[in-house]
């Protein structure tokens, strides 16, 4: 350990001011960040307690942690407070004991307490002050929105009068700061806000943001159709859709940026009912089929002869013959009906046809020239290859084409240059500079890192000139003056070999030139003067 001082007392003594210099200040720069490092690693793991806090319910929290004396930090302008992570949890427990923060409103704590004898008009308002405060948390948890107020209007309850224009309508104002929601953020508000309340319909509730933009305006439906944004819009998401269906197609088998499409649309905005009633006479069908049959029998007899009167006339003689008997007519009729009823088939069909049918698809694409890898140059297609991908391009678009028309009607394909692909054949230097962008700030580190092992190593191996002195006499000391006054004119230093006289005036001229050297040759010559 005693060598090793020794050796670094050694080295120190060697160096000149300048090296001193940069030494000193490099060891300060070390010392400084250790001691910023060890600050830091000291110092407590800040974890996030609240954030996006108002300013008052900013200043109530901050409160209750200074009489608690628990340590904290403001961040974000004030809105976001931060704890040690070992407090944070115990913080959140006392801070919601307490019913902070409350910048998110009432919710549905309002009914914890029992309030006896309030009015049915005050528990309404209660619960809609409820519904308004949890509706305004949950807005307020979605990604992009720093708060959020919701307004909701629900009808007045009348037994005996009710319009049909009563129903239920809310309004939501959402804080974005300086960003804007997009579609999906803002139809999923409408949503959450719509199946929340009761009876309360997707296209009745209204999305403001901080800007004063209405939000929700765009995304009212109009199943019919009726205006003339409405159906730009439906053509527009309808040509969008099938042409990143196509593009997404032709770039994972020709490769990202080498097709262009563009889908057109014929949509049909009319809406029509049509009813058709068929009669087909040849398909009778028997529905109901009546026979009748009478059948009716009659016989007259006449009067005998030479008849008395009284019972012995009356009762029949068996001995008489058939000529003692009167004569007799006798009658049989049969009637029979028959009836039969049929129902002629018939087909009853009712077409209700909706706005929205696409009656006619066409497609533009240009795509770009393959590139020859052998030669690096731009070739243009086959008709065949063309024709392949425009039945690609048909199918996936579902085109029905009539007999009497070809694919050429509804899809063209066109091959163009592309710019980008013209920069890449032209300037084939691109992608190595590309790579030097890359590694500029990897060399620079390694230029960095080698400077400082070479001046390290200089520094280690540098060690001042020597110069050999001898104390002469006064006699001497005018010649020695001069020599170092031509040496000094010339803004040389005389040579480590050369042996010059040593007085006053020279040492004073030595030391004011290169002070190092002549502190070095002091001291080797003390050290000779003591062994001599």
Known sequence: MKQFFQQITNIWTELGTPQRTIVSAAAVAVVAGIGALLFWAQSPDMK?????????????????????????????GGTSIYVPAKDVYRVRMDLAAKGLPNSDGVGFEIFDRSNFGISDFVQRTNYSRALQGELSRTVAQMKGVKSARVMVVMPESRLLVKTTDSRPTASVFVDTG????????????????????????LDDVAVIDN???????????????????????????????????????????????????????????????????????????PRQEVATEDTSNTTEKGAEKN???????????????????????????????????????????????????????SAAVFLSQKQNTETNALEPRTPEQLNEVRNMVVN????????????????SIQEVVFPSAVNSLSNPVDKVTGYMEMARPIAALAIAAIVFAVFFFMLRRAKPEEISFELVDDATMAANTKALADAEDSQQFLPATKSLKVSPELLNSLIRQKPENVGATLREWLITKDES
Do not use: H
């Open 178 to 201: 300086s960003t804007k929601l997009d579609i999906q953020a803002v139809n999923s508000i409408r949503s959450l806000v719509a199946s929340s309340v009761e009876g309360l319909k």
């Open 396 to 411: 996936a678009l579902g085109i029905s084409i009539p007999k009497n028309e070809t694919a050429t009607n509804y899809v």
């Open 307 to 361: 008849a008395g009167t009284g019972t012995a006339a009356n009762v029949p003689d068996p001995n008489a013959g058939d000529a003692d008997k009167g004569s007799s007519k006798s009658s049989s009729t049969v009637r029979s009906s028959k009836t039969q009823s049929y129902e002629i088939n018939k087909t009853l069909t009712n077409v209700i046809k909706n706005p929205g049918a696409i009656t006619r698809i």
């Open 48 to 76: 996030l307690l609240y954030g996006k806090l108002g300013e008052k319910e900013a200043s109530e929290v901050v409160a209750v942690l200074e009489e608690k004396n628990i340590q904290f930090e403001l961040r974000g």
């Open 211 to 285: 800007a004063g933009n209405v939000l929700s305006e765009d995304l009212k439906s109009d199943p019919q159709l009726g205006s003339a944004s409405s159906q730009v819009k439906y053509r527009q998401q309808t040509e969008d859709y099938l042409t990143n269906k196509v593009e997404t197609m032709l770039a994972k088998v020709l490769g990202p940026g080498n097709a262009v499409v563009r889908v057109s649309a014929t949509i049909n905005t009319e809406a029509s009912t049509t009813t058709e009633e068929k009669f087909d006479p040849e398909g009778q069908v």
